[in-house]
């Protein structure tokens, strides 16, 4: 059974941190791609960041980058969102997401981050 299980996520005041994890479980892990992707309410899904199956390549959406560090440890089949200097407009329900090709993709259920003083 595939299965993929956010954690990490909860209420932090602006400038704050917090650590997403992903845990996957029921496929190769270390042979797909990961994403974290993110949604606000009332907006459309967005993509994060990215990160490659052996984890040397990173991508992520200008509104994060230098604050957010995407990671991921293939013997633990995890992939983490180290989140620094959140700011209010970061709050939304975060999702990652596995993917091998357009056709096989599996999403977890989300986290919910809120940016609140």
């Known amino acids: 059974q595939v299965q993929l299980v956010e954690s990490g996520g909860g209420l932090v005041q602006p400038g704050g941190s917090l650590r997403l994890s992903c845990a996957a479980s029921?496929?190769?892990?270390?042979?797909?791609?990961c994403a974290w992707y993110r949604q606000a309410p009332g907006k459309e899904r967005e993509l994060v960041a990215s990160?490659?199956?052996?984890?040397?390549?990173?991508n992520y959406v200008d509104s994060v980058k230098g604050r957010f560090t995407i990671s991921r440890d293939n013997a633990k089949s995890t992939v983490y969102l180290q989140m620094n200097s959140l700011k209010p407009e970061d709050t939304a329900v975060y999702y990652c997401k596995a993917w091998i090709n357009k056709i096989i993709e599996y999403w977890g259920k989300g986290t919910l981050v809120t940016v609140s003083s």
């Open positions: 029921g496929f190769t892990f270390s042979t797909y791609a």
């Open positions: 990160i490659n199956s052996v984890g040397g390549i990173t």
